[in-house]
Nanobody, 121 residues
């Protein structure tokens, strides 16, 4: 079992930046592919980014390419999502996920509770 706790969300103006963190505990999370997703009110959950267990490979959704960066520190059991040039349409609850078969797959076995990100225009 893996526990995931997101933090770092908040209110930011358009063009600003935020860094989300996902602290992992339980089974050795450093073994797992990790991902970030988001869900805005009335919309389906959207894939944002994923990172391999070593951190050597990453994959991004089209809507955030060039603006968001996923990274991980296995020594700290933490995954990060650096979000730059934020737009109002980035407003959503952001979720961390663990344990997928590939960085290209959208199915994960473990999920956090989410952190709210609100971008004002």
């Amino acid at each position: 079992q893996v526990q995931l706790v997101e933090s770092g969300g908040g209110l930011v103006q358009a063009g600003g930046s935020l860094r989300l963190s996902c602290a992992t505990s339980g089974r050795t999370a450093s073994w797992y592919t990790m991902g970030w997703f988001r869900q805005a009110p009335g919309k389906e959950r959207e894939f944002i980014a994923s990172i391999s267990s070593s951190g050597g490979s990453t994959y991004y959704g089209d809507s955030v390419k060039g603006r968001f960066t996923i990274s991980r520190d296995n020594g700290k059991n933490t995954v990060y999502l650096q979000m730059n040039n934020l737009k109002p349409e980035d407003t959503a609850v952001y979720y961390c996920a663990a344990d997928s078969r590939s960085i290209y797959m959208k199915t994960y076995n473990y999920w956090g509770q989410g952190t709210q990100v609100t971008v004002s225009s």
